[in-house]
T-cell receptor
């Protein structure tokens, strides 16, 4: 049981390049999330997917697109990378129940945009 | 979601209990208190959550005041591996968003 996995672990891009961050979970969770964390800051929600086939904007969606490929996979795409998108990106998944909801996080992707 | 206020940092001696306070004076009746922690360079890790009763699990205890305006996370016997940033979050059940603030940086010293 790997939990939440993310690829790649590290990436360096030039301004204007595009890339897709991959996330997969093997816990049969319905909901998946993408966060970014800038140095010394807390996590900020970019996009989330409450269930397969749905996606919604979070707090900081500009410059990103997402795809919920199936129940297991949720990808984040940067179409034209900018230096302001230099950050650590975390994917998470969860099952939302009647009185509890625990998000499980992946190890993160460290992105540097030059 | 209600906002939370936590101290920026605190130190704790190894083997002693660590008591982490959190204020959430505008919490609503249907909002839960969650605690997560983030060890350096890793993804956040769920610790515990509660509504109004005190809760305990294998990692920690959560004490919520009767008026629910504040809470305390207790790590009963802190170890060096408990050094991390601890986040106190309040959220409504079935709301998909977790709002992370700056958290409390806890340093456990030998």
């Amino acid at each position: 049981n790997a939990g939440v996995t993310q690829t790649p672990k590290f990436q360096v891009l030039k301004t204007g390049q595009s890339m897709t961050l991959q996330c997969a979970q093997d816990m049969n969770h319905n909901s998946m999330y993408w966060y970014r964390q800038d140095p010394g800051m807390g996590l900020r929600l970019i996009y989330y997917s409450a269930s397969e086939g749905t996606t919604d904007k979070g707090e900081v969606p500009n410059g990103y697109n997402v795809s919920r490929l199936n129940k297991r996979e949720f990808s984040l795409r940067l179409e034209s990378a900018a230096p302001s998108q230099t950050s650590v990106y975390f994917c998470a998944s969860s099952v939302i129940g009647a009185n509890q909801e625990t998000q499980y996080f992946g190890p993160g992707t460290r992105l540097l945009v030059l | 979601d209600a906002k939370t206020t936590q101290p920026t940092s605190m130190d704790c001696a190894e083997g002693r209990a660590a008591n982490l306070p959190c204020n959430h004076s505008t919490i609503s009746g249907n909002e839960y208190v969650y605690w997560y922690r983030q060890i350096h360079s890793q993804g956040p890790q769920y610790i515990i959550h509660g509504l109004k009763n005190n809760e305990t699990n294998e990692m920690a205890s959560l004490i919520i005041t009767e008026d629910r305006k504040s809470s305390t996370l207790i790590l009963p016997h802190a170890t060096l591996r408990d050094t991390a940033v601890y986040y106190c979050i309040v959220r409504v059940t079935n709301d998909y968003k977790l709002s992370f603030g700056a958290g409390t940086t806890v340093t456990v010293r030998a």
